[in-house]
């Protein structure tokens, strides 16, 4: 059956909390607060500055997302977009959800005019990592750092 991609509206939040909550354990093991996760969704939704949501349907059923933010880059003049809180469903996995949801990423960035689309992962998700470079993307060369400075639910 064929994906459909879609932006995601506010019909969606109670499936992209469910799906960042999963993730977050998935990934990190980490338990995310789910009224704080809540508003942070829909401030997504509500403020389209923030980014969007990409959702992937099959058959009518929402099975993965996306979400994509922007980074000015003064050296190139132009955003890069960063594809973060990426979900899909373990009964899809495996069967061209993300690389759909991906490929309208790029072709949306291009034609915005975007310099470059970035993500980060796991250091040890060698199978996302994979995945990754079978798109064409590659590995590059900075470290990533950070420093809360408000609790960490």
Request: aromatic letters at 12%; one cysteine or more; proline letters at 4%.
């Amino acid at each position: 059956m064929s994906l459909l991609i879609r932006a995601a509206t506010p019909a969606d939040v109670a499936d992209l909390v469910t799906w960042n909550t999963a993730m977050a354990w998935e990934t990190e093991h980490k338990r995310l607060e789910p009224e704080v996760l809540r508003r942070g969704v829909a401030a997504v939704l509500e403020q389209p500055r923030r980014g969007f949501y990409l959702v992937a349907e099959r058959a009518g059923a929402a099975v993965g997302s996306l979400l994509v933010t922007f980074e000015w880059s003064d050296w190139r003049c132009g955003d890069f977009w960063w594809i973060q809180s990426v979900y899909v469903a373990p009964a899809a996995r495996r069967g061209g959800v993300f690389r759909a949801l991906y490929t309208a990423v790029q072709q949306r960035a291009a034609a915005a005019g975007a310099v470059g689309l970035r993500l980060y992962v796991e250091t040890e998700n060698r199978h996302a990592q994979a995945t990754y470079e079978g798109l064409g993307m590659q590995r590059c060369h900075y470290f990533m750092y950070e420093m809360p400075l408000a609790p960490v639910s």
